[in-house]
């Protein structure tokens, strides 16, 4: 068992509503004009259950997983600051999906610990309480409501009350929709609120489901190949994306594409047998050796 002191709360833990007065409006216009970085009502609220001590937000510490004798992860140990944005790259068959599925709650490990921040243990919980705890997790293959506008995508995936009564009677609030249409704006569909989904590119799907994500407010986002089958320009975009959301967000990126990770990594973690083979800058892990014998294939 790790050893591990719990967090003091030592901060204040209410934001201010920039609405309110003047000045809040002010503070308002001044987010609304940022492009460096995501709304400051659409970060993750303080969830007072993850504790973060030393800015460590994940905490994955000798886990492995075998299947039917594979051991697809082997005594794997990883760290995520609290803000990061991480690129996770390595063969098929790394272990990158069992690792992402161990930490969401699609599968749990043979061994090890998996830590939010310094009290939620997440092998004791399942995956929909995960996900409310603030885990987000965008798959490979872009999953919207096709039938569905872009704005009626994002207000479902809204965090709060999702049973049917509560959707039938909900009346969106002017704070709501404020975040919604500053979502829109964050992934560049503002014009295209009312497109139905299916209508959209893949890489403006891409960036649908992310807004999705992103409605639900979480701590940590876990994205799995982003930029698979886009265009050069729809890869531009999703970096400058994915680079506003850190420091708000945790951000984990597994991707294959490496002129993608070079656009937006300051660290990268190789896998390779399931177990950590190398980390650190992108320069650091071009020039290892070991990871141009594996994954390189010099």
Not at 68 to 81: M, P, W
Not at 157 to 177: D, Y
Not at 279 to 286: K, N, Y
């Amino acid at each position: 068992m790790m050893a591990r002191t719990l967090l003091q709360q030592g901060f204040d833990h209410q934001r201010e509503n920039v609405l309110d007065s003047d000045e809040g409006g002010s503070g308002f216009l001044k987010d609304f004009t940022r492009r460096d970085q995501v709304f400051s009502f659409l970060k993750p609220p303080y969830n007072p259950k993850v504790d973060i001590k030393n800015d460590m937000l994940l905490y994955v510490e000798g886990v492995s997983k075998s299947f039917d004798g594979f051991k697809a992860i082997n005594d794997l140990n990883l760290y995520i600051k609290k803000g990061e944005l991480r690129c996770i790259i390595g063969p098929n068959g790394a272990g990158k999906t069992t690792m992402m599925d161990i930490i969401t709650g699609k599968t749990r490990p043979d061994v090890g610990e998996v830590w939010l921040g310094q009290r939620l243990d997440l092998l004791k919980m399942d995956e929909a309480d995960i996900a409310n705890a603030g885990v987000g997790r965008k798959f490979q293959k872009p999953t919207v409501f096709e039938a569905l506008t872009v704005w009626e995508n994002l207000e479902l995936a809204m965090a709060g009350n999702k049973g049917t009564w509560q959707m039938f009677r909900a009346v969106l609030s002017g704070e709501q929709k404020c975040d919604i249409e500053q979502v829109l704006e964050l992934i560049g569909l503002k014009t295209l609120s009312k497109m139905i989904a299916g209508k959209l590119s893949h890489g403006q799907k891409q960036w649908l489901e992310i807004g999705m994500l992103l409605m639900q407010k979480p701590t940590l986002l876990l994205v799995d190949e982003p930029v698979a089958g886009m265009t050069h320009q729809e890869m531009d975009r999703t970096a400058e994306l994915l680079l506003s959301l850190a420091g708000s967000h945790s951000v984990m990126v597994v991707e294959h594409d490496m002129d993608f990770v070079r656009s937006i990594a300051s660290t990268v973690t190789v896998l390779h047998q399931g177990h950590v083979l190398a980390e650190g800058t992108m320069q650091a892990i071009q020039d290892d050796a070991r990871v141009r014998e594996v994954y390189l294939g010099q």
